[in-house]
């Protein structure tokens, strides 16, 4: 992995406001995503897991400019995204992409698949003949295992995982180079699950795509990135190269995360690391180090000062106090 | 179009026949018609039904059947102005409410200050300011019945707009004008279109009960709230006057409610493979 970077985020901020009162004035902010900083290179697959509620979704939507922003900066092929504006943000969208976690919700019902699949070409390729649009439409079908004659269909004559496929295809029918994965395979069947991952993975070779791959399951997400990143009540906590991160994860959160996973030998001795306590209200986190309340080697500094992100080295950072 | 739902619903079907009767009807009237609608024949006033006078006379000798069959014409251009008027701009404005939240406030308070008069009286204050005339009188009924379909967008509007297919389609790069016009009111199709049957068959109430009230559209013109105007002081001595504009009302009031039921139905795509079992 040594070429460039393509997406890289700067001190992403989205505080969403608490109203109250009769004039209806921001009390309070919710930290959603509160000074999240990564980048990823081109090609790559960058994991993002975190529990619900951390503020993982919301910082995809954020780099996408599908909410608005508070602070930051997203600099993605030399340009900044959250300045973009109207048209030119539109016109931009071509080469950063979405794919959706619910396959049932984010298809029109009233579309065929030949429209829900052809409808972005359609906004950024306007002047393509209708052949030619029909001809990348079914090209696109093609490459994520569907056929041509499913083009009249209606999607609630598909089953979830063919749902999902079609999601993909109008994600990849423009080209991008950026494709952010909003869980896409939680809402789905187990069985299903491995062949749409795998045909993430057969896209990403094929399209040269780069993911940004939002998932709470972390068997899936060693299964398909590159790197991870784990974030915490709107932090990132630790992030690194998935060898190193699987291998040697540094930050005691990340212990509990990946203690967590499901082991699928049962005589294997596991050692049992379960977290105490819910994941605080991100309306009034604790001071300091957001993880304090719940981690086992909490020291005094740990309650006052925010916790940076430090090299450990194979560039490895985990923003933890302990050494 | 596939039409083969209408052999599983007999009665929906009755009311399709009906109103492809009252088009061709209101079409060719001229044509049908033995007597012209507006002519006088005082020896023949208060006949009742028979020949050559099918639907019997009133009290001026003019030929019932006539004047029902150019009061349909009324009635259609009349019910189809309402619901194109009222449709039209309470799409409008109900979905540029509901997804340009600024201006929100103003277009729902204005609704709101509308609903709060009585239709008819909304309708009577309008027709008095504006003057009598179809134009005038489609404008102050379909008034009313804009604010209810602005209402139903609307809140329509709040729905879907938080739907992900809609977040998907900003993500992909469409036009919000598009999202409008693709996703938004395809989706509020169905409960539209009830809402305009039910606007088309009201408003033909509303519409005879301004001409009942001698507001509506110039008694010389033949419409069936202007028959059953000038009818009721008759209506024990020859109840042909009433019957036959009344039922006529009735009918296709009735036709037009089933046939919006069908409607609502073949433009699901869901429920038309259901029914039609493809």
Redesign the interface.
Same mark, same amino acid.
């Given at each position: 992995m040594n070429s460039q970077t393509l997406v890289e985020v700067r001190n992403l901020k989205k505080y969403f406001p608490v109203r109250s009162g009769i004039l209806q004035r921001a009390k309070h902010w919710i930290k959603a995503v509160d000074n999240v900083t990564f980048s990823i290179k081109e090609g790559e697959t960058l994991g993002l897991v975190g529990e619900s509620g951390c503020g993982k979704s919301t910082t995809g939507r954020a780099i996408?400019r599908?909410l608005p922003v508070t602070g930051g900066e997203v600099i993605f092929q030399g340009k900044d995204l959250l300045t973009l504006k109207g048209e030119s943000l539109? +016109?931009?969208? +071509?080469e950063f992409?979405?794919i959706?976690q @619910?396959p049932y919700?984010?298809? @029109?019902?009233?579309?065929t698949v030949a429209q829900i699949v052809g409808?972005?070409l +359609?906004?950024?390729e306007p002047e393509l003949s209708a052949a030619d649009r029909d001809a990348r439409i079914i090209e696109t079908m093609e490459a994520v295992g569907l056929n041509a004659s499913h083009l009249r269909r209606?999607p609630?004559?598909f089953s979830g995982g063919q749902r999902q496929r079609i999601?993909i295809a109008?994600?990849l029918i423009?080209k991008p180079s950026l494709i952010v994965a909003d869980e896409p395979v939680s809402a789905l069947d187990v069985s299903v699950q491995a062949q749409v991952i795998n045909l993430l993975i057969q896209m990403r070779e094929r399209f040269r795509l780069t993911y940004l791959f939002i998932s709470h399951d972390l068997s899936v997400v060693k299964h398909i990135c590159d790197r991870v990143a784990v974030m915490y009540l709107g932090r990132i906590v630790e992030i690194g190269e998935k060898r190193e991160f699987f291998k040697t994860p540094l930050h005691p959160y990340t212990h509990a995360l990946l203690a967590s996973v499901p082991e699928p030998d049962p005589f294997r001795k596991k050692e049992r690391n379960i977290l105490p306590g819910d994941i605080p209200t991100p309306l009034n986190p604790p001071p300091g180090c957001h993880f304090h309340p719940r981690c086992s080697k909490a020291m005094e500094v740990c309650r006052k000062d925010i916790p940076v992100l430090r090299d450990h080295g194979n560039s490895h950072y985990v923003a933890c106090h302990l050494p | 179009m596939n039409l083969r739902i209408l052999y599983k619903r007999k009665i929906a079907l009755a009311g399709f026949i009906f109103i492809a009767l009252l088009l061709i009807v209101a079409a060719c009237a001229p044509l049908i018609v033995p007597f012209s609608p507006l002519d006088l024949n005082p020896a023949d006033k208060l006949k009742a039904p028979g020949v050559p006078y099918l639907f019997g006379t009133d009290n001026f000798g003019r030929d019932i059947f006539s004047r029902v069959v150019y009061g349909a014409r009324t009635s259609l251009i009349g019910g189809t102005g309402v619901v194109l008027f009222a449709t039209i701009l309470g799409v409008l404005m109900g979905a540029m409410a509901g997804y340009f939240r600024r201006i929100e406030p103003w277009l729902m308070r204005l609704t709101d200050v509308m609903m709060a008069f009585p239709p008819l009286l909304l309708a009577l204050v309008l027709v008095s300011i504006l003057g009598r005339g179809m134009l005038n009188v489609v404008i102050a009924v379909g008034i009313t019945y804009l604010t209810r379909t602005a209402r139903v967008v609307y809140a329509l509007t709040l729905k879907i707009r938080e739907e992900p297919y809609i977040e998907a389609a900003t993500a992909s790069g469409v036009r919000e004008s598009m999202i409008i016009l693709r996703h938004v009111i395809p989706n509020m199709l169905s409960p539209i279109i009830v809402q305009a049957t039910f606007t088309f068959a009201f408003s033909l109430l509303d519409l005879a009960a301004l001409d009942f009230l001698g507001l509506g559209i110039p008694p010389a013109v033949p419409s069936w709230g202007n028959m059953l105007s000038e009818g009721r002081i008759y209506l024990t001595r020859a109840p042909w006057l009433l019957i036959f504009p009344g039922a006529c009302i009735v009918l296709t009031v009735l036709s037009f409610n089933l046939a919006g039921d069908v409607l609502r139905d073949r433009l699901d795509p869901q429920l038309r493979r259901n029914i039609e079992g493809v």
């Open positions: 996408l599908l539109r +016109k931009a969208r +071509k992409q979405m959706f @619910d919700a984010s298809l @029109d019902p009233r579309m409808e972005p +359609k906004a950024h209606f609630f004559e999601g109008r994600t423009l | -």
